[in-house]
């Protein structure tokens, strides 16, 4: 009861910010970051400052201010996927989209491709507008604990134009790569014992290579995407030239050297753009907690 409880009080939400102006909407969201930024446990910002601090190479007081902005953003992000009903009438109004001609090249191969992005700004508009913009996409998505919470995200995700399936579905990703679609996948997380480890920021991490490992067997491009602030309440989506995986008899080196690079194009982005990353996720706690008894790959 309580799980379809939740999916009603969202949608309830939703509604209240499509009826508010939209530069009443935003003051709220403006308001919910800095308010929830007090809510945030010590332990965790602490955490998320000795982060930024080592992998920025900053000061305390610089690393302060980008793990809050880093947060508070997530108040504005909330109110634009609440008004996904309004914007879906026209995302291109809210976005521009630099390098676009880099996907375009890797559609017209003909094989699919798979989209590596990162936790960067609000990702959950990259896929909708791309998606509206003519391009056949499938955002993988995490399955939430909670059914309700899930239910209204995915709802909201097909609104504006996106095709969602879950990550452990992996046999209908290949299948629908092998079908000219378009893989979105977010890859900045900690992949724990599942990952390849290589330096990050500074340090080891556990990386995904999903992307890697998909597009090798399907012979398929990845294409780096990233979506960062732009000016006013818009956004800039950010297209690099795709990558392309070897398929050398060293199956492993040529899914690791694939995702060294996709690593290193997210740092890159991270180091561009430090306040729109989300820093408060532990990225490195995997290798850190069982570099002496475990064994990456």
Not at 99 to 127: M, Q, T, Y
């Amino acid at each position: 009861m309580a799980v379809i409880a939740l999916y009603y009080v969202l949608k309830a939400l939703s509604k209240f910010f499509c009826l508010l102006p939209e530069k009443a909407a935003y003051i709220i969201g403006d308001a919910i970051g800095s308010f929830t930024w007090l809510l945030v446990p010590q332990k965790r910002k602490k955490m998320a400052l000795n982060n930024a601090r080592h992998g920025l190479n900053i000061t305390n007081a610089e690393a302060l201010t980008i793990v809050k902005k880093s947060w508070t953003r997530f108040g504005p992000m909330i109110v634009e996927v609440m008004r996904f009903p309004i914007m879906c009438n026209n995302m291109n109004k809210y976005i521009h989209i630099v390098g676009r001609e880099n996907l375009d090249a890797a559609v017209k191969l003909g094989r699919g491709g798979v989209i590596a992005a990162a936790h960067s700004d609000n990702w959950e508009l990259l896929g909708g507008v791309l998606a509206q913009n003519g391009y056949k996409l499938v955002g993988v998505a995490q399955e939430q604990s909670n059914r309700g919470a899930d239910r209204f995200i995915n709802e909201y995700r097909a609104m504006i134009g996106m095709y969602v399936m879950y990550k452990y579905d992996v046999r209908s990703m290949f299948k629908m790569i092998a079908d000219g679609w378009l893989i979105g996948l977010i890859m900045d997380q900690d992949a724990a014992e599942d990952g390849i480890v290589m330096p990050f920021l500074g340090r080891d991490a556990s990386c995904a290579h999903g992307a890697a490992t998909i597009a090798r067997r399907n012979n398929a491009p990845i294409i780096p995407i990233f979506i960062t602030k732009g000016p006013g309440r818009t956004h800039n989506i950010i297209i690099d030239k795709a990558v392309f995986v070897g398929k050398t008899r060293d199956k492993h080196g040529d899914i690791r050297k694939a995702t060294a690079i996709l690593t290193k194009k997210i740092e890159e982005h991270i180091k561009k753009y430090p306040s729109e990353w989300f820093w408060l996720h532990d990225r490195w706690k995997s290798v850190e907690r069982h570099r002496a008894t475990k064994t990456y790959t």
